[in-house]
């Protein structure tokens, strides 16, 4: 079994639309926990980070992480094409490497 | 400028030839990854470096090698390149401190062997 789990999509949804991206997980540990966007043919980059259980909002995006279900949410209100991309859950125990699941490929269409 | 750059970009090879792929940073991070990625599979770790000193194996080093030459540059190296080496390359950095380890990832190079 892999450490993160992540529906690899692909996900098309039409612009002005909430999206929900999942991972769930097996360690216990994790305790920290991160969203990564990827643009076709650039590298990976941070878009929320959160501690914990709970919620943390910035802009249109939402992070939710459920600890007790192992269960970690992204969610995209009022979508726009710019938001077509793969998104990437990555977490980790602490001050070490980072788990990331498989991806989740967004389109968006307007 | 880019915090995290990777040259070649794009590299197409033979069988059996020696690649160097490099990553050089501007972020004064200590540590510093290799990744590749895959359809299907995600990012996998093949190297990690927590100081100059420090070398370790990740997920999937074999078929692999690396150096760190100083702070601020890593370098991969496949020593006799085969076609399942064929990926994207993503070199990484984070400063590992307070008690998250948020990276920071490169552009990537695309890397074909025939």
């Known amino acids: 079994q892999k450490e993160v789990e992540q529906d690899p999509g692909p996900l098309s949804v039409p612009e002005g639309a909430i999206v929900s991206l999942n991972c769930t997980y097996s360690?216990?540990?994790?305790?920290?926990f991160m969203w990564y966007r990827q643009y076709s043919r650039k590298g990976p980059e941070l878009l929320m980070y959160?501690?914990?259980?709970g919620n943390k909002e910035d802009g249109r995006f939402t992070a939710q992480v459920d600890k007790s279900s192992k269960y970690i949410s992204l969610f995209i209100r009022d979508s726009q094409p710019s938001d077509s991309a793969t998104y990437l859950c990555?977490?980790?125990?602490?001050?070490?490497?980072?788990?990331f699941g498989t991806g989740t490929r967004l389109t968006v269409i307007p | 400028d880019a915090d995290v750059t990777q040259t070649p970009r794009n590299r197409i090879t033979k069988t059996g030839k020696r690649i160097m792929l490099e990553c050089s940073q501007t972020?004064?991070?200590?540590?510093m990854y290799w990744y590749r990625q895959d359809p299907g599979l995600g990012l996998r770790l093949i190297y990690y470096?927590?100081?100059?000193?420090?070398?370790n194996k990740g997920e999937i080093s074999d078929g692999y090698s690396v150096s760190r030459q100083a702070q601020a540059k890593f370098s991969l190296s496949l020593e006799s390149a085969i076609p399942n080496q064929t990926a994207l390359y993503f070199c990484?950095?984070?400063?590992?401190?307070?008690?998250?380890?948020?990276?920071?990832f490169g552009p990537g190079t695309r890397l074909t062997v025939l």
């Open positions: 990484a950095t984070s400063d590992g401190g307070r008690g998250t380890d948020t990276q920071y």
């Open positions: 360690n216990s540990a994790f305790q920290y």
């Open positions: 959160t501690y914990s259980s």
């Open positions: 990555a977490m980790s125990a602490g001050a070490n490497n980072l788990f």
């Open positions: 972020k004064g991070h200590d540590r």
């Open positions: 470096s927590f100081d100059v000193k420090d070398i």
